[in-house]
């Protein structure tokens, strides 16, 4: 048994046990090879190779956080909301030493300083009114792992000092309590904010940005990887028909030409949502420009198309998705008789 044996069984006692035993040695044959694909199929979606894009910008991003990943360095990642920073804290923690163990995940903008404090460190049972039971901070909790403190510049000033703390010694006192606890913890935070103008305004610790920013990466805006956004587009594409039991969608040429025209000032979250809105609403089998947003397909005009026939076919394109092609409803919410319908239609080859 200690040389890694399952179990045995005494002459005389097989004909009862060794069924049961059987049973149990393939029960537990399977959990383990179960545990094995999970952590594999785990491995593959918090890996580098998950980030998808050739575009310069992202790569360059990408070879940073492989080299910071094998260190215990506390990193800062900075960009507009939804570049990603979130999957890249992820992949950073799972190529790291750390990567078996807890990735905790905490936005500093979601809570109330008394909440956010609670949460981080946790507090002792009547520190205030309701704690009724000790509990135990993320902090605590993310022992050992990895805690992404996402929206950091959103932190409360008091916070920010414990916050320092942590970093400087990997200590901390739950609220209410005068014991010190010491943790093994990799902080990884991120923010769209300029920090340093923040410091200047005297909104954000100068101190704490220093031991924050000891590693630095400034993840590109979908603008600036625009040479990415087919990819994505079609990525996205593939993830949602699977998720809807759709088959996947053709992206016709004037359906990613919108694409690349958009500004994106949500950037990759705000692609997704759209790609996703595209394939509910989709049943075709292709998706073109009249499956987006209005805004989306007049971006997708040239400067000699954007005239006030190309804005009239687009909003006239979208009326009659709206109605399901009920061309009495459609021209009642144009404001314009069937027959002028009927010729617009003609006209614009709808």
Not at 98 to 110: E, L, M, Y
Not at 113 to 131: M, Q, V
Not at 252 to 280: A, C, F, M, T
Not at 307 to 335: C, F, P, S, W
């Amino acid at each position: 048994m200690r040389n890694g044996a399952f179990d045995y069984i005494t002459k005389g006692d097989d004909n009862d046990k060794i069924i049961p035993l059987l049973h149990r040695a393939l029960e537990k044959v399977h959990l383990a090879r179960k545990l094995e694909q999970l952590q594999k199929q785990v491995g593959q979606k918090y890996s580098f190779e998950s980030i998808l894009g050739d575009s310069v910008e992202i790569k360059e991003a990408i070879a940073l956080a492989k080299k910071v990943a094998a260190t215990d360095a506390t990193v800062l990642l900075l960009g507009e909301t939804g570049t990603g920073k979130e999957v890249f804290a992820q992949a950073i923690h799972h190529n790291s030493n750390r990567g078996n163990k807890t990735f905790i995940a905490v936005n500093c903008s979601a809570f109330t300083k008394e909440l956010l404090e609670s949460e981080l460190f946790g507090h002792k049972a009547g520190a205030f009114t309701g704690a009724v039971k000790d509990k135990k901070g993320l902090f605590e909790e993310a022992h050992g792992g990895t805690i992404f403190l996402d929206e950091i510049g959103e932190m409360p000033a008091e916070l920010q000092a414990k916050l320092l703390r942590v970093l400087e010694s990997g200590e901390f006192i739950k609220v209410g309590d005068t014991k010190t606890i010491k943790v093994n913890i990799r902080i990884i935070a991120a923010t769209n904010r300029d920090l340093q103008k923040e410091i200047e305004r005297g909104q954000f610790r100068s101190d704490l940005f220093y031991r924050l920013s000891v590693f630095q990466i400034v993840l590109p805006s979908l603008r600036e990887r625009a040479k990415d956004i087919p990819a994505l587009a079609r990525h996205f594409a593939e993830l949602f028909a699977a998720k809807t039991n759709k088959p996947v969608p053709l992206l016709q040429k004037d359906y990613l030409e919108s694409l690349l025209h958009y500004n994106w000032p949500g950037n990759i979250r705000e692609l997704k949502n759209i790609i996703e809105r595209s394939v509910i609403l989709n049943d075709a089998g292709k998706l073109t420009a009249a499956d987006l947003p209005v805004e989306l397909q007049s971006s997708g005009f040239s400067f000699s198309a954007f005239d006030l026939a190309g804005v009239e076919k687009t909003h006239i394109q979208k009326v009659l998705k709206h109605t399901n092609g009920n061309k009495t409803e459609a021209a009642r919410l144009l404001n314009i008789g069937l027959t002028t319908l009927y010729r617009k239609i003609e006209e614009y080859h709808l």
